[in-house]
């Protein structure tokens, strides 16, 4: 069996040609990693790793945050992954999961009656709740048409408000 591919093989040694060989496998190697390690290094992320972890850090008698914790994870894998009609879904799901931290019941009336994070986290939440809620609406609740338009990655990263949202919730909770 030949090493070569079909490849015509240059003159030297069966210990030279070993080694060239030995080189180039090495070589293909670090190529991969290297490789792999720049897909990990920039994955896309909606939620930042930092906030999460500090999410996780948290701890509360009234709230348990392993919820929330694995939505921010899930929402970042399915994006990474191009599945927008999931990110969009995992968005609501959040929304929904944290208006008790802020003492209220649903997203809306942390959006409109939340005094704690100014008035620029206000018009941000409220940005947050009508968008992300449309979109999500939108692709979720349609029934199937002659054509279609599919989520893009842009449509559904709400990555900059919940950022703020995230933010304030650690605030609040520490």
């Given at each position: ?50 906030r ?68 620029s ?28 338009s ?25």
């Amino acid at each position: 069996m030949t090493r070569t591919g079909g490849l015509r093989e240059v003159g030297a040694t069966p210990e030279v040609q070993d080694l060239a060989w030995k080189w180039v496998q090495m070589k293909e190697a670090q190529a991969t990693t290297i490789a792999r390690e720049h897909a990990a290094a920039n994955r896309l992320a909606v939620i930042a790793d930092s906030r999460i972890e500090e999410i996780r850090a948290l701890k509360s008698p009234a709230f348990d945050f392993s919820k929330l914790v694995r939505l921010c994870e899930e929402i970042n894998k399915v994006y990474s992954e191009g599945c927008y009609f999931a990110t969009a879904v995992l968005t609501r799901g959040l929304l929904d999961h944290v208006p008790p931290v802020f003492g209220f019941k649903t997203f809306a009336e942390v959006a409109n009656n939340y005094a704690g994070g100014g008035k620029s986290f206000k018009e941000t939440m409220q940005h947050l709740e009508s968008a992300s809620r449309k979109v999500a609406d939108a692709h979720l609740h349609m029934p199937i048409r002659k054509s279609e338009s599919l989520p893009t990655a842009q449509q559904v990263n709400c990555g900059q408000q919940l950022d703020i949202l995230l933010s304030e919730l650690v605030r609040i909770m520490k």
